[in-house]
């Protein structure tokens, strides 16, 4: 008794440091092992051991994708009209030591770098660039907050800017100038379809010139399409050509 009491004393320290000491990293995660404030290695996904009561410690670093929903940034454009930009951002760390070492916050640095990005970027392009080429923006911004923050051990996968917000009065003057230009287009397309028209019936004129007996018929033709209408009166055309013929026999 006094043989397991005994066993029981010496072997519960062993059993408290080692509970104490478990660390378990799930497979999305690692750890960033520091022992006395020295980095010590990288903690990989299962069960760990690292020497508790202030020894070791162990700093866990999420893996997987990440997103950025960065603060509305008011900006002048390059043509002077303010705008308001909602934008995110999407990352993933690549190498937790660097994301500790290097950096206090990297999730807070990433944000603070991706908001100064903007304002510099954006405010060096018109409106027009911002609301014709946002993807070729998106693009520029991604790979120069990639190239900021790989020291950090951060890999930025994408940044997107999800609306470019005018004041009210840019708003109402785009939408006329918008009408404007549907009208515009409206007028070109009625203008070409009549000079075609136009063309068509000079075609036309010109052959039926040049043969009378297809003007007799295009008459005809005429008369009983508005005979199929049943109209009460008829109006009936006369070739020129006759009308010469009869003055001609009544001068005689």
């Known amino acids: 008794m006094e043989t397991l009491l005994g066993l029981l004393f010496y072997s519960l320290p062993v059993i408290v440091i080692v509970a104490l000491g478990l660390r378990v ?28 009561f202030g020894i070791d410690r162990a700093i866990y670093v999420d893996m ?36 500790i070492l290097n950096v206090q916050n990297f999730r807070q640095a990433t944000t603070l770098y991706a908001q100064t990005l903007l ?3 954006l405010g060096s392009h018109d409106l027009d660039e911002m609301l014709t080429a946002r993807d070729k923006l998106n693009g520029v911004l991604r790979e120069q907050l990639d190239k900021a923050t790989d020291p950090w051990g951060i890999k930025v996968t994408g940044v997107e800017i999800k609306a470019v917000d005018l004041p009210e009065g ?12 549907r009208e515009r287009r409206a007028k070109v397309i009625s203008a070409e379809g009549e000079y075609q028209a136009s063309e068509k019936l000079m075609e036309a ?6 043969n009378p007996t297809g003007a007799l018929l295009r008459i005809l033709q005429t008369v009983t399409e508005v005979a199929v209408e049943k109209n ?5 055309p006369l070739p020129l050509e006759l009308l010469s013929f009869l003055q001609q026999k009544k001068e005689k």
Request: glycine share 4%.
């Open 170 to 181: 840019m708003k109402r003057a785009m939408a006329k100038q918008a009408e404007a230009e």
């Open 119 to 121: 304002r510099s970027v």
């Open 205 to 210: 004129a010109a052959v039926i010139s040049q």
């Open 64 to 99: 997987r994708t990440a997103t950025i929903d960065v603060p509305r940034q008011d900006i002048i454009t390059r043509d002077n009209v303010p705008v308001a930009i909602d934008a995110v951002v999407y990352f993933q760390v690549f190498d937790p030591k660097l994301a």
């Open 232 to 236: 009460s009166t008829i109006l009936f």
């Open 25 to 52: 990293v799930g497979q999305y995660e690692r750890a960033v092992h520091l022992r006395l404030g020295k980095f010590n290695g990288v903690l990989q996904p299962g069960l760990n051991f690292i020497i508790p």
